[in-house]
């Protein structure tokens, strides 16, 4: 099994930053792609941004250029780096693991989330 843990979450007003951290433990070996995922009040869980095994980053275009995914692969700690938030982007975000090397497959693995909140 994996456990993983957010943390970073927080409120911020327009055009702020945040950076979320995502600490994985027990069987990091099974772990191959990582992904952020948000999810709003009343809508349904988006992907955000994920990257796969070989370290390829994927961002939802609602994000692009603003939110930037890293990680620490011996660890899999996963990071996202929020810029120029909007308070769209106000939702609950989660970290998701997966088995599979590409982000586009199920993920097996999902942390608690952590809120973020972008007030106007």
Same mark, same amino acid.
């Given at each position: ?8 979450? !927080?409120?911020v007003? =327009? !055009? ?7 600490? #994985?433990? !027990?069987?990091? =070996?099974s772990? @191959? ?8 009040? $009343?809508?349904?869980?988006? /992907?955000? #941004? $994920?990257?796969? *095994? ?5 961002y939802?275009?609602v994000?692009? $250029?603003? =939110?930037t995914?890293?990680r620490?692969?011996?660890? @899999?700690?996963?990071? /996202?780096?929020?810029?120029? /938030? ?15 090397? @590409?982000?586009?497959y199920?993920?097996a693995?999902? $942390?608690? !989330?952590?809120l973020? *909140?972008?007030?106007?």
């Amino acid at each position: 099994q994996v456990q993983l843990v957010e943390s970073g979450g !927080g409120s911020v007003h =327009f !055009g702020g930053s945040l950076r979320l951290s995502c600490a #994985a433990s !027990g069987s990091i =070996f099974s772990i @191959n792609a990582m992904g952020w995922y948000r999810q709003a009040p $009343g809508k349904e869980r988006e /992907l955000v #941004a $994920g990257i796969s *095994t070989e370290g390829d980053p994927y961002y939802a275009d609602v994000v692009k $250029g603003r =939110f930037t995914i890293s990680r620490v692969r011996a660890t @899999n700690t996963l990071f /996202l780096q929020m810029t120029s /938030l909007k308070p769209e982007g106000t939702a609950m975000y989660y970290c998701a693991a997966s088995e599979y090397v @590409n982000v586009e497959y199920p993920m097996a693995f999902w $942390g608690k !989330g952590t809120l973020v *909140t972008v007030s106007s």
